[in-house]
């Protein structure tokens, strides 16, 4: 799917009460990849900086595909989607490293913002630029 993933081991804590890996944890695991991935495409991106131009998380779909279980190794892999003028796409697909099962597929889209405006603002050019690079794998 993409040249950058990076990969998440299901903890015992991580599953729901049926044994396998809770729902909102794909959320979670897909969060860790997309921040890895915006650390790596934007250097400097910090998260948990409020001030100046930043991204806010607008949407989220998840397709569940196939349970994953205590001790699986799951790649998450993460490639640009649609780049617009204020907001862009995130797609990622979920694996597991053992049999290359598909687990869950989606996508998530970021606002460009002004937190201290409190208000949505288009992407700049370098920052588009940036998001439109390929981004190469953690390894």
């Given at each position: 799917m993409s040249d950058f993933s990076i990969v998440q081991r299901v903890r015992f804590g991580d599953l729901h009460a049926m044994g396998h890996l809770n729902n909102v944890e794909f959320l979670r695991y897909f969060e860790t990849a997309r921040i890895a991935y915006m650390q790596r495409a934007l250097p400097g991106h910090a998260p948990g900086r409020r001030r100046g131009f930043g991204f806010?998380?607008?949407?989220?779909?998840?397709?569940?595909?196939?349970?994953a279980s205590f001790d699986e190794d799951i790649r998450i892999f993460i490639r640009p989607g649609e780049l617009r003028r204020s907001s862009f796409r995130l797609e990622f697909e979920m694996r597991c490293d053992g049999d290359d099962r598909l687990v869950a597929e989606g996508y998530g889209v970021l606002v460009g913002?002004?937190?201290?405006?409190?208000?949505?603002?288009?992407?700049?050019?370098?920052?588009?630029?940036r998001l439109s690079d390929r981004v190469p794998a953690d390894g």
């Open positions: 806010i998380f607008a949407e989220c779909h998840i397709n569940y595909r196939s349970p913002y002004d937190y201290a405006a409190g208000k949505a603002l288009p992407i700049p050019d370098e920052v588009r630029e």
